[in-house]
C-alpha cells in the first residue's frame, strides 16, 4: 500500500466527498432538465441548451468568478444565504461542491438527455392510452428505460466533480481540510519542493478513480444499446 499521509488520506476523502454531494444534488435537476430537452419543444430551446453547455467551454476560473460574485459574501444570494438562513459557501467545502456540481451538470444532463431520446415514445403512449397519468408514464415507463444513461450521466457527473480545479480553487480557495480536494492537493504539493512522491501517489489515486468512473459509465451506455438492439 502507498504510504499517504494523513493530508493526502484527508484530500481523497473529501474529494469523494465533494464529488459524491454533487452528483447527488444535482441528479433530481439533470433528470429534469433531460427530459425537458428531450421531450419538450418551447421557444428559447436552443437558447437554453447553450447556456447549460456554457461551464464545459468557458475557462474554469471564469465559471469560479462568477460563482464568487453570486455566492460570496458580499454576494446577492450569498449575503441572503448568510443574513436569513445562516448558511456559509464561499470558501467552505460546500462551495466546492457547488462548483463541482455546475461543472458537471452538462455531462449529465447530455447523458440523461440521449438516454431518454431512445426511449421508444410508443411505449410511453401506450401507457397514456391505457389511462396512465404524465407522473406515472414517466416513473413507470420513462425512467426505467432510460435508467442506464441516468447512471451513466451520474458516473460522468462524479468523474468531473472529482477531477474538478478552476472552478473550484477560485471560488472557495485550497484550505487544507477544507476545500482541499485531489486536484487542488496535487496542485500545492507541485509547488512545493521534494514533494514529487506525494505528487504520483495523488495522480494514481486520480486516474484510477477517473479511469473507473468513465469505464463504468460507457459499460452502462453499451447495456442500454444492446437492449434497445433486442
Known sequence: MPDFSPAELTAIALSLKVSGVATLCSLPFGVAMGWLLARVRFP???????????????????????????FGSQGPIGRFLSEYLHISIAFRWTGAALASAIMGFPLMVRAIRLSIENVDRRLEQAASTLGANPWRVFFGVTLPLAW??????????FAKALGEFGATITFVSNIPGETQTLSSAIWGLMQTPGAESGVLRLALVAVAISFAAVFASEWLVQRQRAGAQR
Open 44 to 70: 428559447g430551446k436552443l437558447l437554453l441548451d447553450t447556456l447549460m453547455y456554457l461551464p464545459l467551454v468557458l475557462p474554469p476560473v471564469v465559471t469560479g468568478y462568477a460563482l464568487l460574485i453570486g
Open 148 to 157: 442506464p444513461g441516468l447512471m451513466a450521466g451520474a458516473v460522468l457527473c
